[in-house]
């Protein structure tokens, strides 16, 4: 089983940076993939980011070059630094943890880029 919390969504305006943060109850650096997802409503859940345990990332297209996802061993965190947000990155956003063949989700975040 593992558990993961996600931190860091709230209101801002097109343009300015949001960071996300995923705290997971096992090391992430044992767990295969780390991720980040998002659903807005009406549409369906999409990979925005994920990173493996060697280190390899890769992004939707819809975000490269904005978004990085990085992982912070101190804190046994996965982040998304989100920069350039736009209203169509509004969204809840999931933390995704795939180890073994089984996927774990966190509760979400909502992030609304509006003016």
């Known amino acids: 089983q593992v558990h993961l919390l996600e931190s860091g969504g709230g209101l801002v305006q097109p343009g300015g940076s949001l960071r996300l943060s995923c705290v997971a109850s096992?090391?992430?650096?044992?767990?295969?993939?780390m991720g980040w997802y998002r659903q807005a409503p009406g549409k369906e859940r999409e990979l925005v980011a994920a990173?493996?345990?060697?280190?390899?990332?890769n992004y939707a297209d819809s975000v490269k070059g904005r978004f990085t996802i990085s992982r912070d061993r101190a804190k046994n965190t996965v982040d998304l630094q989100m920069n350039s947000l736009e209203p169509e990155d509004t969204a809840v956003y999931y933390c995704?943890?795939?180890?073994?063949?089984?996927?774990?989700w966190g509760s979400g975040t909502l992030v609304t880029v509006s003016s």
């Open positions: 990173i493996a345990s060697g280190g390899m990332t």
């Open positions: 995704n943890a795939h180890h073994l063949s089984i996927n774990y």
């Open positions: 096992r090391s992430i650096f044992s767990i295969n993939a």
